[in-house]
DNA sequence: CATGCTTACGGATCACGTAACCATG
DNA sequence: CATGGTTACGTGATCCGTAAGCATG
């Protein structure tokens, strides 16, 4: 499980949809197929039902969907607290 | 910034040592150097006082330690989760 | 000169994009 | 047959380990 994976997850999670979650993520479609079905085997589960339509939840996606939220967020807020530090104490 | 990165981080920062930190994480002391630069580099601020006993926590670091276990516990637990998920829908 | 961090270098693995493929409504 | 997900395949980037280098007490 990386951080990337997450951050894929979470965007077909949203979107339902491989086609507009690459879009957004500017990046093509065969990577988030992969990425997401390398998560789904990590993990040892289904996260997605596949339709003709596009990808829906399934319940443990649902509850994955909120801790990938949570996970994404604190790694953002301890980016921008390194951010506020390196005003004080720059790298080089 | 990589889950990887934040545990090999983690363990440098709990032994105060590079090639101890390598032993407890089964790698050899190079990818430590290069994760730990590469880490100071993406947040734009030194994490360690290098001394020649060994490296030292700065103050930035310190409160870098507390986020990234944070995270790896969050992510940790979501692994337990999705663990126990899988026990009523196999992947495969 | 022993200890501990760093740099150089070669090789394996991973992750992407393009293109071809497959399923269904 | 249009739409949307998947598989094949080649390439560039990443990450590791071995070996050599460097600083300091």
Known sequence: MSLAQL????A???????TRAAERLHI?????????QKLEQ?????LFERTTRGMRLLPAGQHLLTRAREILRLVES??????GHSQRSPFK
Do not use: D
Request: proline letters at 10%; hydrophobic letters at 40%.
């Open 12 to 18: 077909v999670a949203e979107e339902g949809h491989l």
């Open 42 to 46: 990590e993990l040892g589960l289904p």
């Open 28 to 36: 093509s479609q065969p990577p988030l197929t992969r990425a997401v």
């Open 78 to 83: 301890t980016r921008q607290e390194a951010a």
């Open 7 to 10: 951050e894929y997850f979470v």
